[in-house]
T-cell receptor, first 111, second 115 residues
Framework: SQQGEEDPQALSIQEGENATMNCSYK?????LQWYRQNSGRGLVHLIL?????REKHSGRLRVTLDTSKKSSSLLITASRAADTASYFC???????????FGKGTMLLVSP | GAGVSQSPRYKVTKRGQDVALRCDPI?????LYWYRQALGQGPEFLTY????????KSGLPNDRFSAERPEGSISTLTIQRTEQRDSAMYRC?????????????FGPGTRLTVL
């Protein structure tokens, strides 16, 4: 079963615009991670935010976490065509080493 | 350095045949994970190992699926008597330590098609 639900399912923007993707989950978590998957390629880890953190930055990425609402958002600023990919949130639960992935958001960035 | 590798990259088999999928994790990584990903979905957990010990196999769909990591490095996922519903991308990942706080590095996957 999949815990995370990304929203929207698909997002289409122009280069230079910002892209925001949201993730909601159901049970308590230890951490939340975002991964990117390019067409035909493997998953690449983007960022990890722990349950006691509220915001984290990495380059053009900004992730927020609201444990009271059981939700997270991923913001990609100044998007590029190369950002076109599917983005997945994955939750890690306390005491468990496995990740539970959502269904993903497909992002299309047009030149 | 080398990332996670998987072989074969593509496997086409007939219903009823057994298949073995191989994963070679990043050297020194303690934990190894197997996931299955259907088209348009996120990866779904199958099983994972710390060193050679299988810690959790709760995600394996049924007893036709098994996995091993006998020397704590390379792992094999075996599917016996394959069925069409087993068709999917099978992904392997490894992490330095299996506490859930570390990123997982994914391999390119094996695309399994059961005819």
């Amino acid at each position: 079963s999949q815990q995370g639900e990304e929203d929207p399912q698909a997002l289409s923007i122009q280069e230079g615009e910002n892209a925001t993707m949201n993730c909601s989950y159901k049970t308590s978590i230890n951490n939340l991670q975002w991964y990117r998957q390019n067409s035909g390629r493997g998953l690449v880890h983007l960022i990890l935010i722990r349950s006691n953190e509220r915001e984290k930055h990495s380059g053009r990425l900004r992730v927020t976490l609201d444990t009271s609402k059981k939700s997270s958002s991923l913001l990609i600023t100044a998007s590029r065509a190369a950002d076109t990919a599917s983005y997945f949130c994955a939750t890690g639960n306390s005491g468990y080493s496995t990740l539970t992935f959502g269904k993903g958001t497909m992002l299309l960035v047009s030149p | 350095g080398a990332g996670v590798s998987q072989s074969p990259r593509y496997k086409v088999t007939k219903r009823g045949q057994d298949v073995a999928l191989r994963c070679d994790p990043i050297s020194g990584h303690v934990s190894l994970y197997w996931y299955r990903q259907a088209l348009g979905q996120g990866p779904e957990f199958l099983t994972y190992f710390n060193y050679e010990a299988q810690q959790d196999k709760s995600g394996l769909p049924n007893d036709r699926f098994s996995a091993e990591r006998p020397e704590g490095s390379i792992s094999t996922l075996t599917i016996q008597r394959t069925e069409q519903r087993d068709s999917a991308m099978y992904r392997c990942a490894s992490s330095l330590v299996g506490t859930g706080d570390y990123e997982q590095f994914f391999g390119p996957g094996t695309r399994l098609t059961v005819l």
